[in-house]
Every structure is written in C-alpha cells, then in structure tokens.
C-alpha cells in the first residue's frame, strides 16, 4: 500500500504539520488510494515513512478518527473506513479540475510552442505592428477580465503570424476550450505582470526573426502561466474547505 507521502520539505504550509497530514491522508482515502479497509502502518513506522514527528501524527489521526475515517480496532491496529458521501464527491470534483489543468497545458504545449517559432519564420510588418499594438496597453491598469481577453487576442495573433490557417483554427478552439480556466492565470496584478513580461519575451524574439528563440519564449511564459494557474487554483481550493 503506497501513502504517496510529499516531500518534508511539504509539510510547511500555512495549518500545522497534523493539519497538513489530516488533510493528505484523508484525500487518499477520498480519493480511493487508501481502500475501506485497509490496514494503516505502526505509528513508529507511518511517522518516518511521512517524515513527521509522532505527535504531529497523532494529532493527524485524532482529526481522522473524528471524521469517521479511521477506527482503531484491538488486534488489528488502524483500520481505514469508507469515506462520507459528501467527502468523496468533494475530492472528485477536485480530481476532474486538476485533470483538466494537467489537460489544457499540456494542449498548449504541443501547439503554442510550434505557433511562436514559425510566427518568427512568417510574420508579416503588418502581424507585427498587431502583436505590438496590444503590448501597449498599460497592465497595471487592467482587470482581470480585460488581461484575460487581451490574453487571448496576443496568442490569436502569434498563431495567424504562423502563417498555418489549421494550426490557427485548432487554436483558436483550445482559446475557447481552456478561457475557463485561464482566467486563474490574471486574478492578481502579479499574475497579470508575469503574463504580459511573458508576451514581450515572445514578441521580442518574433520581432527579431528568431524562432529557436519564440518557441523557447512561449514554453516558458507557459510553465508560468500553468503555475500561476495551480497557485491560483490550489489557493481556491483550500479557501472551500
């Protein structure tokens, strides 16, 4: 039986250390990692396997057994029990968000990417001019729905300087598919920041004819965009519990 343990490095937010491994243990059993019925590791054991002290555990599995989620049973140690209905939906309903964060970057991955570098290739004085006229719009200033959709007018425009009318229409719907959720990415003024440095990055190496350099660009100015996307989405989440 695997417990899936984070780092220790992990165990530092901003509940304590019990809290933190109350919260863990209990997605696993939400979630089905820990099946009704399994069998929970000595307390010696479960506590170097996660890297805590046994008090903190203890505090952990007082929260658990409070909940209805373990039981304590003579002979047989700590027995996991069947999570409540409303848990188990709650952690699935997360499950499918998470699925789909996973889902829309790695789409954006496989096709932004190749959109920047030959937008370096192909764009015309006139994509350029476009590309650079929304970059003029002040950041500090914006809402998080105007970003948003400036947010989505630059990468449209990055894809019809790629000069592939497929390759724009597929993006074109992965905008439509994924606006949902990147609105998460433009919900702070930092976020916002990192978002347009990221544009200036693509648009400077487009500018310059440099596609090694645009397709470089868009994969980074992405992994931000889906970390500032999970920070957001986890932040969220924790608010709801």
């Not at 645009?214 to 709801?240: C, I, K, N, W, Y």
């Amino acid at each position: 039986m695997e417990l899936l343990a984070p780092s220790r490095s992990q165990w530092r937010g901003r509940d304590s250390v019990g809290d933190e491994v109350s919260a863990h243990l209990e997605k696993l059993i939400a979630t089905g990692e820990l099946r009704s019925g399994d069998r929970l590791p000595s307390e010696r054991e479960l506590a170097l396997h996660l890297g805590i002290s046994r008090a903190s555990l203890r505090e952990a599995m007082h929260d658990l057994k409070a909940k209805h989620l373990i039981e304590r049973r003579p002979g047989r140690g700590t027995i996991v029990m069947p999570a409540p209905e409303h848990v188990s939906a709650m952690y699935s309903e997360l499950s499918d968000a998470e699925h789909q964060l996973r889902d829309i970057a790695q789409l954006r991955e496989t096709i932004e990417p190749k959109l920047a570098e030959l937008a370096a290739i192909r764009a015309t004085s006139g994509n350029l001019r476009s590309l650079e006229d929304v970059l003029t719009r002040p950041v500090a200033d914006v809402t998080p729905e105007e970003s948003l959709r400036y947010d989505l007018e630059f990468h449209n425009l990055v894809a019809s300087a790629s000069q592939n009318h497929l390759m724009s229409a597929i993006n074109t719907l992965a905008g439509q598919w994924t606006c949902t959720t990147r609105v998460l990415s433009h919900s702070t003024r930092h976020a916002r920041e990192v978002s347009y440095l990221g544009h200036k990055a693509i648009y400077a190496a487009i500018a310059t004819g440099s596609a090694d350099g645009a397709r470089d660009a868009m994969r980074r100015h992405l992994a931000d965009v889906a970390s500032l996307t999970q920070e957001t989405f986890e932040e969220t989440r924790d608010g709801q519990r």
